[in-house]
């Protein structure tokens, strides 16, 4: 009986998990749809402004590209551009402002590239898809490790309720792939199918510079685990490939990408990031000055300063909760959170902003909040989330 009633929710757990990622994708849909009046036509989620000098080459591609104003400019161009030019051998990557910080995280850019099927025209679809599909895989995904972890598998609707994350998809920017990645990274892991965690790793480092802390979280979790066990890791060689590939290609990237443009990937453009809480306290004398500004500004001002703390909240809880490591995400939330500890100004005045920049360590940190350590694991032993 108890076999009966465990296969039942199985099936009903899995059930869920469809449920999540369809509910995922379904948001983000909803927020494009309401973003665009009800009218969503891909070439617009790009945001490649009139002013921008990558607008002559997309209307070259399709002349009824649809071109926004200057301040609608925003990151999806960048995706586009790399899209059209993948290795920095056409003329995109000219024209586009920091081209060696831009193609530092080039993976949503190749895969719009590889989903349009090399054709100029259908990249603007290909960025909104892979929004869509990322959403889906997240919910999908968080759902079966919540389970795992002990928790309701409608946990996967986390991701139908980020506001980082929705706002993502409507911007054709990274993080919708990159909660994808990460989840699914985790979750091969625990399942200890470690090739395929190792190549999700280093998709994930390429989405965005900032999840290395995914394959270097999993170095101090197994690190950590053994010392615990007092025993060597179980197939060593291939974790060890598993969590280097994805460090060690983006450094041979960054080679490559000076090679070409002639400077680093790594060089920000100030204000995006520096020493610990410096940008922290720049962004809350920033909203104070806003704050007394006209009706615009002053909306930013007085409403940026318990944003921010809501957030920091949350992160600084979840990195507090996952230091005695006990879960395989849990390294990582403590790494994303100095990474969001170091963010500056440019990455934290504007609301929007802030909930995208921060989705995943939010994602993280409620992880690490919301799931009990299977005993198991910690006494050495199988982990529950390998069956």
């Not at 990645?181 to 900032?210: H, N, P, T």
């Not at 300063?305 to 490591?325: V, W």
Request: proline share 6%; hydrophobic share 50%.
């Amino acid at each position: 009986m108890d076999a009966m009633w465990r296969g039942l929710m199985s099936e009903r757990d899995s059930r869920v998990a469809i449920a999540c990622g369809a509910a995922s994708a379904a948001a983000g849909l909803g927020s494009i749809l309401a973003s665009t009046n009800g009218r969503p036509e891909p070439t617009g989620l790009v945001h490649i402004a009139q002013a921008d000098t990558l607008a002559a080459l997309a209307l070259r591609s399709d002349p009824h590209f649809h071109l926004v104003t200057s301040v609608q400019h925003y990151d999806g161009a960048y995706y586009y551009a790399i899209a059209r030019d993948p290795l920095l051998n056409g003329a995109a990557h000219h024209l586009i402002d920091q081209p060696a910080y831009r193609y530092g995280h080039p993976l949503h850019g190749w895969l719009a590239y590889l989903l349009s099927l090399g054709r100029p025209a259908a990249i603007p679809l290909a960025l909104m898809v892979l929004s869509l599909l990322g959403l889906a895989v997240a919910g999908w995904a968080v759902s079966r490790l919540a389970t795992g972890y002990g928790r309701s598998p409608w946990g996967g609707l986390l991701i139908a309720a980020s506001p980082g994350l929705l706002f993502a998809a409507t911007m054709d920017t990274t993080e919708t792939v990159g909660a994808a990645l990460i989840a699914l990274a985790f979750l091969a892991w625990s399942r200890q199918r470690y090739a395929v965690s190792g190549l999700l790793l280093v998709m994930a480092c390429f989405d965005k510079e900032q999840y290395i802390t995914v394959p270097l979280g999993l170095i101090v979790w197994e690190a950590v685990s053994s010392r615990r066990s007092r025993r060597m890791p179980d197939a060593l060689t291939t974790k060890l490939v598993a969590v280097v590939s994805g460090p060690v290609l983006l450094s041979g990237w960054y080679a490559y990408v000076h090679s070409r443009v002639g400077t680093w990937p790594f060089q920000y453009e100030s204000g995006n990031l520096g020493a610990p809480l410096r940008g922290w306290w720049d962004t809350f004398g920033l909203a104070h000055d806003l704050s007394r500004g006209t009706f615009e500004q002053s909306q930013i001002g007085s409403v940026t300063p318990s944003i921010l703390m809501a957030i920091a909240a949350i992160i600084l809880m979840g990195a507090f909760a996952a230091r005695r490591i006990l879960r395989p995400f849990d390294a990582t939330a403590i790494g994303l959170a100095v990474i969001t500890s170091m963010q500056g100004w440019r990455t934290l005045l504007y609301p929007h902003e802030t909930f995208r920049l921060s989705s995943i360590a939010v994602l993280l940190a409620l992880a690490v909040l919301f799931t009990r350590p299977p005993p198991a694991r910690l006494q050495g032993a199988d982990d529950p989330l390998e069956h």
